[in-house]
Nanobody
Framework: QVQLVESGGGLVQAGGSLRLACTVS????????MGWFRQPPGKEREFVAG????????DYTDSVKGRFTISTDNAQNTMYLQMNSLKPEDTAVYYC?????????????????WGKGTLVTVSS
């Protein structure tokens, strides 16, 4: 099991940037994939980005490709989501996730560990 704590959310104007961080406290040495989901106001939770345990492979939902970048710093047990060119439709609670799988599933019901979330608000 891993424990996940997000930081870096806040209010930003459209076109601006934010960087989310997720600190991982793990109690297992098994490799795990990590990623980010988000839940916009009044909508379902959705996959945003994922990365394999070694950082070699990344995966993004179409709406953020070219704007968001997921990365890991294994020495610091931290994962990041750099978000550029933010749009009002990116407004959501962003959740850090981890799972003992090769790559992060897009299906939230198959994800094992969740952080509590951090709110990102993009004003127009």
């Amino acid at each position: 099991q891993v424990q996940l704590v997000e930081s870096g959310g806040g209010l930003v104007q459209a076109g601006g940037s934010l960087r989310l961080a997720c600190t991982v406290s793990k109690t297992t040495s098994r490799p795990y994939a990590m990623g980010w989901f988000r839940q916009p106001p009044g909508k379902e939770r959705e996959f945003v980005a994922g990365v394999t345990y070694n950082g070699a492979v990344t995966d993004y939902t179409d709406s953020v490709k070219g704007r968001f970048t997921i990365s890991t710093d294994n020495a610091q047990n931290t994962m990041y989501l750099q978000m550029n060119s933010l749009k009002p439709e990116d407004t959501a609670v962003y959740y850090c996730v981890a799972d003992h799988s090769a790559i992060m599933s897009h299906d939230e019901t198959k994800v094992g560990d969740w952080g509590k979330g951090t709110l990102v608000t993009v004003s127009s």
